[in-house]
């Protein structure tokens, strides 16, 4: 079993959708829990990040953690377009010496 | 753009070349990473510094070779690379090891 699991996809909504992408994990060490948004060609770029448990909105995107289930969820509002990329969620906790734990990532194709 | 700034965009060498991948960041983090990328797969950590020594050293191959000049600055040093080491390279930086990471966009490595 993989220590972080998410669905690759490929996610196929219209726009204006709300989108929901989600992350399980099995350490309960984790405390940092990252989404990164990956454009085609780019590089990660950090979208959210929540440290230890609860809700984080930022615009049309909410990060949720629930630890005890161990399942992170990223919620986007009214998608659009440009949303179309790969989201990766990541962890990380305190005796891991800065190592990330990435999911697969998932594929989002958001159609006008 | 990103605040963590790679160089070159591109490279295309043979298995006989040395060449070097550059990595700058002014964010002041003390915690600087290379990863690889292989299409459609999260990134695989290689390194870790940690306030400029080497931390984390996942095995990799000797024919890379990481360097740390300063807290602003790191490099790997490529040196008789094989066809399968060809993927993107990606530079990250935390201000901490175990804090969120900031990637740049990465160096898109050719081996022929």
């Known amino acids: 079993q993989k220590e972080v699991e998410q669905d690759p996809g490929p996610l196929s909504v219209p726009e204006g959708a709300i989108v929901s992408l989600n992350c399980t994990y099995s350490?309960?060490?984790?405390?940092?829990f990252m989404w990164y948004r990956q454009y085609s060609r780019k590089g990660p770029e950090l979208l959210m990040y929540?440290?230890?448990?609860g809700n984080k909105e930022d615009g049309r995107f909410t990060a949720q953690v629930d630890k005890s289930s161990k399942y992170i969820s990223l919620f986007i509002r009214d998608s659009q377009p440009s949303d179309s990329a790969t989201y990766l969620c990541?962890?990380?906790?305190?005796?891991?010496?800065?190592?990330?734990?990435f999911g697969q990532g998932t594929e989002l194709s958001v159609k006008p | 753009d990103t605040e963590v700034t790679q160089t070159p965009k591109h490279l295309v060498m043979g298995m006989t070349n040395k060449k070097s991948l550059k990595c700058e960041q002014h964010?002041?983090?003390?915690?600087m990473y290379w990863y690889k990328q292989k299409a459609k797969k999260p990134p695989e950590l290689m390194f870790v510094?940690?306030?400029?020594?080497?931390?984390i050293n996942e095995s990799v191959p000797s024919r890379f070779s990481p360097e740390c000049p300063n807290s602003s600055l790191l490099n790997l040093h490529l040196h008789a690379l094989q066809p399968e080491d060809s993927a993107l390279y990606l530079c990250a930086s935390s201000r901490e090891t175990n804090q969120p990471q900031h990637f740049g966009d990465g160096t898109r490595l050719s081996i022929l």
């Open positions: 990541a962890m990380s906790g305190a005796n891991q010496g800065g190592k990330l734990i």
């Open positions: 929540t440290y230890s448990s």
């Open positions: 964010m002041g983090h003390r915690a």
């Open positions: 350490n309960s060490a984790f405390q940092y």
């Open positions: 510094y940690s306030y400029e020594k080497l931390s």
